[in-house]
């Protein structure tokens, strides 16, 4: 038995079997060939090959006529690589003298070289070895794997794997998938996110592990804790089944809450919101008492269908949320791209910086084009619904300007097309960059609705990657400095009398989302999943508990004492509640 230990993302225990998946998505199980098919598997590698070099040859051609030479050089280089007389050699001789299936010989050479190459450490090797796993995926490709189609499961499977991106976690089949853990990541990545949003229980950043696991071993996963146990003994094993059972009780007896209000008992209301990236998404919405969409997450729609969904498409999907959802509220949120959601829309160029690069209404306001098919989309959908549309990401106001002046023209466009739209749409901006808590003041004069987006707010206040689990410890939405700036926000807002909601993570934990509603939050934006047990603790407390929880924390310098106030005041308020939270 062993015990590692990274950070929970997303809660929940899975107990199953160990079903490995490599960095680029593919199965990687040491298969092997009966010795009379060599002849035949020799043969469906060289058939591949071809294959792949008549992929490569298009992508070169095409990539030279749209873009210019010097792209479709990349795909020379690979056709040199994948022409390469001694990497082929290797890949026959893996059939060959080893009996190994043509998938596993490509992965396992090309793997040892990529590896290689990233060791030397230069960003020019690095390059060379994501050359490497292209070639690997055309191949593999060619030979007939498609990414995470290839992952298999079969329900009793846990999937490990060094890292998965967003949209890989948002294609898990979670009737074949128990939970998964990566070796690197983050707290507030979203692939983090996206495993919540799914009820996926999920451990990151566990470091290095891969090579002491084989697949098929037993393995639990608990997303409570953030720890993974390898082979676990019978005993362990036993604890395990009946936390899973107690938690299922625990759940059950929730879902009595979930038509009740959530009203403290002195009588505030606070509307709970849920945040969705998917369309299918709505009925967990529906089944965990939301009020409506504080946030939808849309373009996980465009990584989903790893391309740019037509407008009608993109009408057709915003509908369904709309009509699922009726006299709900809905905030649907314009294209989030880059950063961790890179997509074939996101920069061509890769960043050095992507996080501080060309992501969200960032890149919305650099590819016109594509921004006004979303608005157009979400415009037509407002006539059937109570839609809002929300700006991400939003630094300066200038960018705020320029997307308000794109949607008026497009509305403009609509009415003349005479296209039925909602009379009126309310507009407004996240808020989870400093600057724009800073400027606030001007921004709320120019919004309907403020949604603070703590997520990166974390991120840019303390300059730490939400997806790197070696700042983990950084990452803290309780540090002192990053709740100056949401209880500055938050009265800047109220003071406008401009709406204001939390759709950041804080939301869904129910110790953070006290102090929000302390503070003067009254609309809290969580994933689904979570919001239960958040209307649970509002129940159960005053608004005057609230505010002196928020008051207090103002006393403290670091984030450690903060967290250990919130523990012990939430212990006190509600102890039913506090086992696990
Ligand atoms: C946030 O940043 O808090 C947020 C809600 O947006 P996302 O997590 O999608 O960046
Ligand atoms: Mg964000």
Known sequence: MLELQGIAVSPGVAIGKVLILDREGYRITRSQIDSTDRQIELERLKTAIAEASSRLDQHRQRSTDAIGEHVGAIFSAHQGLLQDPSLQSEWFRYIDEHCYSAEFAVSAVLNRYARAFRSMGSDAMSERATDIRDVERTLLEALGGHPMEQTGGDGQSVLVSHDLTPSETANLDTAKILGFCTEVGGPGGHTAIVARGMEIPAVVGLGRFMHRIETNAEIIVDGFRGTVILQPDESTLQRYRERKKDRFIRAEKLTQIR???????????????????????????????????GLYRTEFMFLAADGEPTEQQQFENYLEVIQALPDLPVIMRTLDLGADKIGSLASAEPESNPFLGLRSIRLSLRQPRMFRNQLR????????????????????????????????????????EGVPLAERTEVGMMVEVPAAVLMLDHFIKEVDFISLGTNDLIQYTMAVDRGNEFVADLYAGHDPAVIRLIRSSVEVANRNNVDVSVCGEMSANPKTALMLVGMGVRTLSAPPAALPLVKQAVRNVDLTDCQQIATRVFDFGTAREVDAFLQQRFAELLPEMAIGV
Do not use: W, Y
Not at 273 to 290: D, K, M, Q, S, W
Not at 387 to 400: A, G, H, Q, R
């Open 259 to 293: 038509d009740l209000p959530a009203v403290t008992k002195d009588g505030t209301k606070i509307s709970l919101l849920a945040n969705i990236e998917f369309a299918h998404e709505v009925a967990p919405c529906l089944e965990r008492g939301a009020e409506g969409v």
């Open 377 to 416: 989309a979400m415009l037509r959908a407002s006539a059937f619904g109570k839609l809002k549309i929300m700006f991400p990401l939003v630094s300066t106001l200038n960018e705020l300007r320029m997307a308000r002046m794109l949607l008026r023209q497009v509305r403009e466009d609509l009415e003349e």
